[in-house]
T-cell receptor, first 110, second 111 residues
Framework: KQEVTQIPAALSVPEGENLVLNCSFT??????LQWFRQDPGKGLTSLLL?????REQTSGRLNASLDKSSGRSTLYIAASQPGDSATYLC?????????FGKGTRLHILP | EAQVTQNPRYLITVTGKKLTVTCSQN?????MSWYRQDPGLGLRQIYY???????DKGDVPEGYKVSRKEKRNFPLILESPSPNQTSLYFC??????????FGPGTRLTVL
């Protein structure tokens, strides 16, 4: 059964720093992997989707990579801002079964 | 505007009283899914649907029912709610291999 792990569970960094969030998964036979952002008490906002055939995707200050062979994905956030504070979740899609990690709670210090 | 809508957004009910949470999407997506989110357990898939009249169990289907009679709608039914179904529920839709779009969530409390 697929397991998705996100480490660390929480992270605090000063504003302006570049940072990397990690997502690992046990079953590499995935269709794709998606990164989301969730603000407290709110829904999920899609950030990036990486298909199984792709190695990375970029949107603005965000870059997500995927290494299926090692079961890892990273979300790189450049020049962090206080507005980036949120919980970041990754999710794998295999045979339409979606498995989420428990998220990394990110706090950007002004 | 492309969106997934859920109703109600907040619901307080009592044990055993049947309830339905509605979900509707306007993007003509094939796939729809229900999740619950609990502290310490994260988001878990309850049921999903690949098309009209086609549904399958996710990780935590016990105590829930779904139906997909129309492509745009995917209601979640709790026939006899119990306190352990108190949770934050999300509906999502997507097309095969594409990104999921989530609804705003329904916060359910079962007393």
């Amino acid at each position: 059964k697929q397991e998705v792990t996100q480490i660390p569970a929480a992270l605090s960094v000063p504003e302006g720093e570049n940072l990397v969030l990690n997502c690992s998964f046990t079953d590499s036979a995935i269709y794709n992997l998606q990164w989301f952002r969730q603000d407290p008490g709110k829904g999920l906002t899609s950030l990036l989707l990486i298909q199984s055939s792709q190695r990375e995707q970029t949107s603005g200050r965000l870059n997500a990579s995927l290494d299926k062979s090692s079961g890892r994905s990273t979300l790189y956030i450049a020049a962090s801002q206080p507005g980036d504070s949120a919980t970041y979740l990754c999710a794998t899609n295999r045979d339409d079964k979606i498995i989420f990690g428990k998220g990394t709670r990110l706090h950007i210090l002004p | 505007e492309a969106q997934v809508t859920q109703n109600p957004r907040y619901l307080i009910t009592v044990t055993g009283k049947k309830l339905t949470v509605t979900c509707s999407q306007n993007m003509n997506h094939e796939y729809m899914s229900w999740y619950r989110q609990d502290p310490g357990l994260g988001l878990r898939q309850i049921y999903y649907s690949m098309n009209v009249e086609v549904t399958d169990k996710g990780d935590v289907p016990e105590g829930y029912k779904v139906s997909r009679k129309e492509k745009r709608n995917f209601p979640l039914i709790l026939e006899s709610p119990s306190p352990n179904q108190t949770s934050l529920y999300f509906c999502a839709s997507w097309d095969l291999y594409n990104e999921q779009f989530f609804g705003p969530g329904t916060r359910l409390t079962v007393l």
